[in-house]
């Protein structure tokens, strides 16, 4: 019997990488978005059922969760990928903005793992994957806002590791390095004229990274090996620098870690 994933944010980016890739290996694939009209002809595919799900409105995701196990039969993996970047000056974002952040990147998350708990729970079994960042776990200059929300991801599903593990329940988090895709280009970008000197130029050193920086298809093969992984392993990092960036993080005093960031993005 095939096997289900269900994918939030799936339009562009990793969303729409990892939900082709699914479909490609042989799963059923529900791919959720905001806007199912923004499906491109690449999700023909006949594993394939678009559902329409903002992951801020709790009844589209308990009808995308039920239209999902109609018409599959069922779920084993969600994957819970929608999110963006709010990046720049603190002291330019606005209290809207930085709620809409959370809103998405964090509360979002929790609404979509809230709502397939019970059926998870009932079947005694599922996996829930999340797309972090190698951003949860190390910082960088005006990523203040997204980095907490990143942060907070990290910390609410390492806990809830421990609530869910006598359910048979796995907790896997994707922690991406830079990733070519349109990430970067969807970035929200707030500054103003006391930081006119530093915001722009360390901004254009952060972008700078994509350049070389690979494709969301590694990315997807990384959740991919999680969705298949049976162990209990929370953390995947993958792609760019994230990997070495991640271990450095972990054997360099503070100090020295934070001079390695800074003369690479504030020079």
């Given at each position: 019997?095939?096997?289900?994933?269900l994918?939030?944010?799936?339009?562009?980016?990793?969303?729409?990488?990892?939900?082709?890739?699914?479909?490609?290996?042989?799963?059923?694939?529900?791919a959720?978005?905001?806007?199912?009209?923004?499906a491109?002809n690449e999700?023909?595919h006949?594993?394939i059922?678009?559902?329409?799900?903002?992951?801020l409105?709790?009844?589209?995701?308990?009808?995308?969760?039920?239209?999902?196990?109609?018409?599959?039969?069922?779920?084993?993996?969600?994957?819970?990928?929608?999110g963006?970047?709010?990046?720049g000056?603190?002291?330019?974002?606005?209290?809207?903005?930085?709620?809409k952040?959370?809103?998405?990147?964090?509360?979002?998350?929790?609404?979509?793992?809230?709502?397939?708990?019970?059926?998870?729970r009932?079947?005694?079994?599922?996996?829930?994957?999340n797309t972090?960042?190698?951003g949860?776990?190390?910082?960088?200059?005006l990523?203040?806002?997204?980095?907490?929300?990143?942060?907070?991801?990290?910390?609410?599903?390492?806990?809830?590791?421990?609530e869910?593990?006598?359910?048979?329940?796995?907790?896997?988090?994707?922690?991406?390095?830079a990733i070519?895709?349109?990430?970067?280009?969807?970035?929200?970008?707030v500054?103003?004229d006391?930081?006119?000197?530093?915001?722009?130029?360390?901004?254009?050193?952060?972008?700078?990274?994509y350049?070389?920086?690979?494709?969301a298809?590694?990315?997807a093969?990384?959740?991919?090996?999680?969705a298949?992984?049976?162990?209990s392993?929370?953390?995947?990092?993958?792609?760019?620098?994230?990997?070495?960036?991640?271990?450095?993080r972990?054997?360099l005093?503070?100090?020295?870690?934070?001079?390695?960031?800074?003369?690479?993005?504030?020079?």
């Open positions: 019997m095939k096997k289900t994933i994918i939030t944010g799936s339009s562009t980016g990793i969303g729409k990488e990892t939900a082709i890739y699914f479909a490609n290996k042989g799963w059923n694939v529900a959720s978005m905001r806007n199912p009209s923004k491109g999700f023909n006949t594993n059922k678009i559902i329409q799900v903002d992951v409105n709790e009844q589209q995701i308990k009808a995308g969760i039920a239209e999902c196990i109609d018409v599959f039969g069922g779920i084993d993996v969600v994957f819970n990928n929608a963006y970047a709010l990046v000056a603190f002291e330019a974002m606005t209290d809207e903005q930085i709620r952040q959370f809103d998405t990147n964090v509360f979002g998350v929790m609404n979509v793992t809230r709502a397939i708990l019970p059926y998870f009932g079947k005694n079994e599922g996996i829930i994957i972090s960042s190698m949860g776990l190390i910082t960088f200059p990523y203040s806002v997204y980095h907490g929300t990143k942060w907070a991801l990290e910390g609410f599903m390492e806990s809830l590791q421990f869910l593990k006598g359910k048979n329940i796995r907790i896997k988090n994707i922690e991406p390095g070519k895709t349109d990430f970067e280009n969807s970035l929200t970008f500054s103003n006391d930081y006119k000197d530093y915001a722009p130029r360390v901004h254009q050193n952060m972008l700078d990274t350049k070389t920086a690979p494709g298809d590694i990315v093969k990384r959740v991919f090996e999680a298949n992984d049976s162990g392993s929370l953390r995947y990092p993958v792609g760019g620098l994230a990997p070495v960036l991640l271990f450095l972990r054997i005093p503070g100090s020295w870690f934070r001079s390695i960031v800074s003369m690479s993005t504030e020079k």
